[in-house]
């Protein structure tokens, strides 16, 4: 087995055009401090809070992001379906439905190391089309022999479901980091087998919002219980993520959070 030390940089939910104003203006710092090998990001919210163009996958691949993974609002724009069948380094859940548009697992390679990425969704509270757990020994089936490390974005509602799957795959790959509830949370660490995990590394957007949207029109909604119009907020905005440190195949020596603010450009 090379080398196989990496420095994997995960940024969290992309949020709308303030988080991608954010990320873009703070990723050239956020490289020299940290030398990420690897820098993957979710976008599942980048486009107006709710999925993901070409466009915007194309301006996030010009400046140097490696893979981009997604989550319930995959298919939100149907102007991605075609992109997400043609590029191998966007995933959406591996456990949504083979029929459906693109893929949930690939690889990358940089400097002769090769990260594998595991894209799955929660099933507590999301609809996916297969069991997350099932679908990821399938996945490490798949990618076995073909990298020297493997990272899962686990989208999902239920923090009970992120624990238990960074317990189920602990020893069987690099890190498990959870997205989609937009809040970071304190538990990261290394499990005692070597995976790297976090329950969610938080969001890459508005913080003066409620999860990314506009907070009179959320709070409007817990004081009506009416339905209300969401827009994205445009107030403090941050980089949320994580990075995580290996120094051999298959483990994490540490996992550290990034919680940066941003001034809009």
Not at 135 to 150: F, M, P, S, Y
Not at 251 to 258: G, N, Q, Y
């Amino acid at each position: 087995m090379p080398d196989a030390a990496a420095t994997i940089l995960f940024v969290g939910d992309v949020v709308g055009a303030l988080g991608r104003r954010a990320l873009l203006a703070l990723l050239p710092g956020l490289r020299e401090r940290y030398a990420p090998t690897f820098v993957v990001v979710n976008g599942e919210n980048s486009a107006g809070g709710r999925g993901i163009t070409p466009k915007i996958a194309d301006e996030l691949f010009a400046n140097g992001v490696d893979v981009i993974t997604l989550g319930n609002h995959s298919y939100f724009r149907r102007e991605i379906f075609r992109y997400l069948d043609e590029h191998d380094e966007i995933l959406r859940p591996a456990n949504y439905l083979k029929s459906q548009p693109g893929h949930g697992t690939c690889v990358v390679e940089r400097d002769g190391v090769r990260l594998g990425v595991v894209n799955l969704s929660g099933n507590v509270f999301l609809q996916a089309g297969r069991p997350a757990f099932a679908e990821a020994d399938a996945a490490l089936h798949e990618l076995k022999d073909r990298c020297d490390h493997v990272l899962v974005d686990f989208h999902a509602e239920a923090t009970s479901e992120k624990v238990a799957l960074g317990w189920y795959l602990d020893g069987r790959v690099t890190a498990v980091v959870g997205t989609h509830t937009h809040v970071p949370t304190n538990d990261f660490r290394v499990l005692p087998d070597g995976t790297a995990y976090i329950t969610d590394v938080g969001m890459t957007g508005p913080r003066g919002g409620v999860i990314g949207v506009k907070r009179e029109q959320a709070i409007a909604g817990f004081v009506t219980h009416m339905k209300q119009h969401f827009d994205t907020s445009d107030e403090d905005p941050w980089v949320m993520g994580v990075v995580i440190r290996c120094s051999e195949a298959g483990r994490a020596d540490s996992i550290e959070p990034v919680l940066e603010p941003a001034t809009p450009r």
